[in-house]
């Protein structure tokens, strides 16, 4: 495994499409179970079955990462692609110091109701593992014992942990900037002004956060579920003719 093959599932929108229609599935739970942090305990059979492929589909995403030629020179990488079937400690490890996932928020909200903001690898930061991820692992080793853990609270984690996965991986993020699902906007007096997705890529691939701390615009990606700001880089500055 050690000469492992770039992935090209993210910049041909593979994986975003796969994330699209896993999302599909969890509106139509909300259908019935409203979007609301109230609600977050409840469970139900449907649930769980979605868990399984959105913890699943995470698995996967994770593994995929690691051929992305943008990691090449991060510590810890040459191990994660040497591993045939890694952990998710071991992509916690790898990934972490890279993405600050841990720091990640993301709202979720969808038609008249609104969940708030999570932090689906929130626990990342202590060197733990999620509860959803917990869940969907205790689930995919004995569903019939533990499928009452197939929560509203652990499934909207577990999609919002595939949405973050995607929109911060580089290989993504081009494809994401043209569909539109990754945005920049610049504030002046007389209004507000889009950015290219040309020029916006060429910002956004210097960091693996968000943007450049002196970038004087922000971005921020959405889905029908889903809205995340992308954080300021403080250890990354943009070069003088990209600050426009």
Known sequence: MANVKPSTIFHRGTAWHTYQNLERDFI???RYVALEEKNGGTYSERITQLLLLIGSTVDSIFFEMRTSSSLDAKQGVGELRQASAPKVAQYRDVYEPIYQLSTVRVLAHHG???YGPIKP????SSNQSPS???AYNDVKHQFYQN???GTL???VNALGALFTLNILHKEAQYYLLRKNVIHAFWGAEDGWYDLSPDNVWGVLQQS???VPDDIPWGAFATSEVFTHHF???KSVTSEPSEIR
């Open 208 to 210: 693996f956060v968000g």
């Open 28 to 30: 139509d739970v909300t």
């Open 147 to 149: 499928w009452r853990k």
């Open 231 to 233: 954080r300021r880089d």
């Open 112 to 114: 008249l109701t609104d």
């Open 132 to 134: 959803w991820w917990s």
């Open 153 to 155: 609270d652990n499934l």
């Open 121 to 124: 690898f929130g626990p990342f």
